[in-house]
């Protein structure tokens, strides 16, 4: 097989586990909680990095931002070889009472995006895989990890999030609002994959609170940024199970 285009790997090159941030950057802070840490290929928004957890052999891949990048990603990705998918990431809380720093692990995610609905019917399920979910449930519990677990939406225009929008994603009782999962959920249930998604809250658009509604200079808030890594060791715990 042809060496990937975005991706820039072959078959055999990665793990059949990988671990999606959509930041480049904190592919880097991923690695820094494994051993052995050896960049395999660097291009445009993807950075790919295999490692060792726990003797435990993994790859990390950022995604960018989105789904149509995320959509590559998995494409690629399942084209050399890999079979589980989890990601990474941060995310806007649609819930009162879900605070900054929170952890979102997603049962669905509703399709306010245009990727998936290139590959199949907005009306088909954006879902993970029913054994990664409880491998990200079951290692915050062993972590003495507190996780919101539930719906979340995946939306394609940040800057026309409208209060109409935000409005209804609570009323619907939808946790937070990312990026990415409905896209990696649809394509990893479609070629045979499992997925599943934990994702740090970075503020909460009913509170008022979403990312840059404050002074810091820093794209995530301290509390955010620090609750990142109990995150990636909850992901990291998950991997190993499956």
């Known amino acids: 097989m042809a ?13 059949d586990r990988v671990l999606v941030p959509g930041d480049p950057g904190r592919v880097d802070r991923i690695a820094d909680h494994c051993d052995d840490a050896k960049t395999v290929a660097q291009n445009r928004e993807y950075k790919v990095v295999n490692a060792t957890y726990e003797g435990q052999e993994l790859t990390i891949c950022s995604t960018g931002i989105g789904c149509p990048s995320a959509a590559i990603a998995v494409e690629e990705l399942a084209n050399v070889g890999v079979e589980t998918i989890i990601r990474v990431g941060t995310t806007g809380a649609l ?8 952890m979102v ?8 995006e245009g990727t998936s609905k290139r590959y199949e019917a907005a009306e088909y399920p954006a879902v993970p895989d029913y054994d990664v979910l409880s491998a990200l449930v079951d290692s915050a519990e062993a972590n003495d990890e507190d996780v919101h677990v ?11 999030e409208t209060d109409e929008h935000v409005v209804d994603w609570e009323a619907a009782g939808l946790l937070a609002v990312e990026m990415e999962a409905a896209a990696i959920f649809s394509l990893a249930r479609r070629k045979g994959l499992r997925a599943g998604a934990i994702c740090t809250v970075d503020g909460n658009l009913v509170e008022g609170t979403q990312k840059g509604t404050d002074t810091e200079d820093d794209e995530l808030p301290e509390k955010a940024k620090n609750n990142v890594g109990r995150a990636i060791d909850i992901s990291l715990e998950a991997a190993t199970r499956l």
Not at 3 to 15: A, E, I, K, R, Y
Not at 105 to 110: F, K, L, M, P, Y
């Open 3 to 15: 060496t990937q285009p975005h991706l820039l790997v072959d078959d055999g090159d990665l793990t």
């Open 95 to 102: 819930q009162s009472g879900i605070e900054i720093g929170d």
């Open 105 to 112: 692990v997603a049962t669905g995610a509703a399709k306010e």
């Open 150 to 160: 539930g719906p979340i939406v995946s939306d394609d225009a940040y800057y026309a």
